[in-house]
């Protein structure tokens, strides 16, 4: 498994007060003041006058804020100091001895579980390791997609990547795609946005010149990705992992995605070997 070094990004600096920083947070999670005040447990003059920079909150109350409206952690740091206070969410580099334990924790679960692949990824999506299952299901992707740091977004809906081999290709970048604005919406991340439209640009598959449309089966409980491997195709389903209650902004942004066999012949397949599947 390998690790990146260096840090995952610097904290954004803006001129802007922490009223306005609230009510674009609120505004972004579609809530009204009323709604915003209730679900905070404020009265709607107070949070008006927070906003309105009438009133100034305190450290305590900025953090309660922030967690209600699910701030990331980088941006709560941001609120603080635009409200005059010290940052509290510390951001170390992966190979940091302070997170060394966080790291083994981590290779831990993707190691346990094999021989299905999983991997871990940064908050713009780029590969941070992965287990020994991964690395052959990306053979036939071009060589510039995979070197460092491989975006496995990027390499997962790119004409060169894995797309030409995705058989549900439609349903499954359908399903990307979503997962990547939602974050857009969460983050408000500039580099997501820009990742987001250039995946967005790359080709849809089509059918008789119209977009393809592939429709989830009714049986189905979570949207399949099924790769073709060799001579057979492999059918997935993915769960995402997180650090529990993080305070260090790296952990916060790392997840763990794990693949699990969605049907009894891809769970035999990688059971009896992944060189198996390869020769098909």
Known sequence: MRWSNGMLG???????????????????RRMSQLDFACEADISTRHLSFLETGRAQPSRDMLLHL??????PLRERNVLL?????????RERALDDPALSAARDA????LSGHEPFPALSVDRYWNLIAANRAVAPLLTGAAPALLQPPVNVL???LHPEGLAPRTVNLTEWRTHLLARLRRHVELSAEPRLVELLRELEAYPAPRR?????????PATAVAVPFRLRVGERVLSFFSTVTM????????????????FFPADAETA???????AGVLAG
């Open 208 to 216: 008789n010149g119209a977009p393809a449309r592939e429709a989830e």
């Open 81 to 89: 100091v635009a409200a005059g206070y010290a940052p509290i969410f």
């Open 66 to 71: 922030a967690e209600r409206l699910d701030v």
């Open 106 to 109: 981590i290779d831990q679960v």
């Open 243 to 258: 650090f529990g209650t993080p305070l260090d902004i790296t952990l916060s942004e790392l997840a763990i995605e794990a």
């Open 10 to 28: 610097g904290m954004a600096q803006e001129l802007r007060t922490v009223g306005d920083h609230l009510r674009e947070w609120r505004q972004r």
């Open 268 to 274: 035999a397949a990688l059971r009896g070997g992944i």
């Open 154 to 156: 990027r390499l997962a």
